[in-house]
């Protein structure tokens, strides 16, 4: 499986020009469903901070396919999408741990190949395209931070200023 993934760093005060993106773009989000097969269409703005921790990123509803899973802790379906197979991002909003000035790592990834049947297998190129598309517009709109010698993590101006109080990034 490959996989593209950045470290995405912000506030919640900057998922306002995240959702400004999406809506240009024609680019849903999602609460990540965990009962039935509805999508549930969010823009992340709308979330108090502890309100949730993923959602998926999708173009084209079609592309998204949803699996039903027994839950490990009840007798109870979770209902989730396939991602090796979807053309879906994951976003990880990025935790404040103000008491110890700590950012806890967000993210958002993509499989951009997956196995089916022993075989290697591409995404659709109108995912690929407008994933690339994405990561390009998320490097020009945040502030490149290296974490190590050979890795950036992208922040958003206001998370750089907290950088500069103290925060540190994990």
Request: charge should be neutral.
């Amino acid at each position: 499986m490959n996989a593209k993934k950045i470290k995405l760093y912000c506030i919640k005060e900057d998922y306002v020009l995240l959702d400004k993106y999406f809506k240009e773009k024609q680019i849903s989000v999602s609460a990540m469903p965990l009962a039935g097969f509805d999508l549930r269409p969010i823009q992340i703005s709308d979330f108090g901070e502890n309100d949730w921790n993923r959602v998926i990123v999708y173009k084209d509803k079609h592309t998204v396919e949803i699996e039903e899973i027994e839950s490990a802790v009840s007798f109870e379906k979770i209902f989730t999408p396939n991602f090796m197979i979807s053309d879906i991002l994951t976003f990880d909003r990025a935790y404040i741990d103000v008491a110890n000035k700590k950012m806890i790592g967000g993210s958002i990834s993509g499989i951009t190949k997956y196995l089916a049947d022993g075989v290697l297998v591409s995404k659709s190129n109108e995912f690929l395209k407008w994933q690339n598309t994405f990561y390009l517009w998320i490097k020009r709109n945040f502030v490149a931070v290296k974490i190590d010698k050979t890795h950036n993590v992208y922040v958003s101006e206001r998370v750089r200023q907290m950088i500069d109080d103290g925060f540190i990034l994990e």
